[in-house]
């Protein structure tokens, strides 16, 4: 017997299926409320490790660990009803062995209820890419910077500056396709080798300060926003929720301090969904 719901969730073949067609909408979201925002008009939410820099204030996502991705992960499957939503594997959680990797995501998998994985690393991790997607997991691919390497590339900085360095980035989203992902994040790399990476491969590529030619696009939802303290260049602003909280906060502590606040006649029953 099988429960099925009335909204058919996308799944990686769904999404596998747009390349070169219609571009593909992906936000990163780590909690309820904005994944049900999100919903209603992204084929892809991503639960990035980057979590551990916007929730928690982190230097880097090299901290965030398994637990914190699945427990977020859970929070976004509960708000949202139709997206894809794709995982990242934290450092440390896959690199060690496809079969370390399999156990991970397949804990990231049946815990979660989500479609997908997604797991940095180009060429180095096709091997462990094609043991997951030959075993039920659907792998999104992570290559040109890839911020779990910190430690060593030193800054957060654009890969493929220096045409030299085109071939390897090349490489190793052909690994990855070749190997069985069903899309790939191509991230901070210069804007022609983006548009080559794309018409190169047969699976969708998800630009993130890529190139427009790519065949979908990932913003960090806060950054989009206007809620980061800082954002990396190529970030476009959709709003400006940091200064919207600050004024709100403000107005709210004024209300408080002059005993202007709302008293029982607003009861929680009168409360309404905003949207
Ligand atoms: O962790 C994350 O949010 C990501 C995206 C920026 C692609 O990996």
Redesign the pocket.
């Given at each position: 017997m099988s429960v099925q719901s009335d909204i058919r969730r996308l799944t990686a073949p769904d999404i596998r299926a747009r390349k070169g067609g219609e571009p593909i909408v992906?936000l990163?979201s780590y909690h309820a409320h904005t994944a049900r925002l999100i919903d209603q008009h992204a084929d892809v939410i991503?639960?990035?490790?980057?979590?551990?820099m916007?929730m928690h204030g982190l230097e880097s996502?090299v901290p965030v660990t398994l637990d914190m991705m699945i427990l977020q992960g859970l929070a976004v499957m509960r708000g949202s009803k139709r997206a894809l939503v794709v995982i990242?594997l934290p450092f440390g959680s896959f690199e060690e062995s496809k079969e370390q990797a399999f156990r991970t995501a397949a804990r990231v998998l049946k815990e979660t209820g989500c479609g997908a994985i997604?797991m940095?690393g180009g060429a180095r991790m096709a091997e462990t890419v094609r043991f997951l997607s030959e075993r039920g997991v659907p792998v999104m691919a992570?290559v040109g910077l890839t911020?779990q390497h910190i430690n060593t590339l030193g800054s957060f900085k654009a890969q493929g500056r220096d045409r030299a360095d085109w071939p390897a980035i090349l490489a190793d989203a052909k690994a990855v396709s070749d190997a069985g992902a069903f899309s790939v994040?191509v991230?901070a790399v210069a804007e022609p080798l983006g548009r080559e990476i794309t018409q190169s491969i047969p699976i969708p590529t998800?630009g993130?300060g890529a190139s427009p030619a790519c065949d979908g696009q990932?913003?960090?939802l806060e950054d989009m926003l206007g809620l980061s303290p800082w954002v990396p260049k190529f970030v476009k602003r959709y709003g400006e929720l940091g200064s919207h909280i600050a004024d709100a906060v403000e107005a709210y502590a004024k209300d408080v301090r002059s005993r202007a606040f709302p008293g029982s006649e607003h009861t929680y029953a009168e409360k309404k969904p905003r949207a």
């Open positions: 992906v990163t991503l639960v990035g490790d980057s979590l551990g916007v996502t990242d997604k940095e992570h911020p994040v991230e998800i993130i990932v913003l960090v």
